[in-house]
Nanobody, 125 residues
Framework: QVQLVESGGGLVQAGGSLRLSCAAS????????MGWFRQAPGKEREFVARISRNGGNTYYGDSVKGRFTISRDNAENTVYLQMNSLRPEDTAVYYC??????????????????WGQGTQVTVSS
C-alpha cells in the first residue's frame, strides 16, 4: 500500500512559479515510477509528467514541456513538480500518482494504481 500526500499548491500570477511536492508513505517508493496528472473543471484528467524509479527518465505532456520539471528524492520518499512560466490554463487540481505495476501505460490514469488527494493550483491572468 502506498499513501501519497501532495502539497505546495496555491494562487499565483501568470508567469510565476510553484513547486509541488508529493510525499509517499511506503518503503517501496524507490521501486515506484511516479507521475503527476491534473484536472481542470469540466475537463478530463490530463497527464502532466512522469519519472522513472531511479529518476533517469522523465516524460512530459505537450502542454507543459519546457516549463515543468519533475524530479524525485528517493531518500526522502518525495517527488516534486517544479512549474515555471505558469499560465491561466494551468489552473487545475494536481494529482500525484504511483505506478507499481510497470505496465508501460505512462500517459493514462490506468497506468497508475495509487493516487493522492490532489492540490489546487490557480493561475490568475
Amino acid at each position: 500500500q502506498v499513501q501519497l500526500v501532495e502539497s505546495g499548491g496555491g494562487l499565483v500570477q501568470a508567469g510565476g512559479s510553484l513547486r509541488l511536492s508529493c510525499a509517499a508513505s511506503a518503503r517501496t517508493f524507490s521501486r515506484s515510477a511516479m507521475g503527476w496528472f491534473r484536472q481542470a473543471p469540466g475537463k478530463e484528467r490530463e497527464f502532466v509528467a512522469r519519472i522513472s524509479r531511479n529518476g533517469g527518465n522523465t516524460y512530459y505532456g505537450d502542454s507543459v514541456k519546457g516549463r515543468f520539471t519533475i524530479s524525485r528524492d528517493n531518500a526522502e520518499n518525495t517527488v516534486y513538480l517544479q512549474m515555471n512560466s505558469l499560465r491561466p490554463e494551468d489552473t487545475a487540481v494536481y494529482y500525484c500518482a504511483a505506478d507499481t505495476m510497470h505496465s508501460g501505460r505512462f500517459y493514462w490514469e490506468s497506468g497508475y494504481n495509487y493516487w493522492g488527494q490532489g492540490t489546487q493550483v490557480t493561475v490568475s491572468s
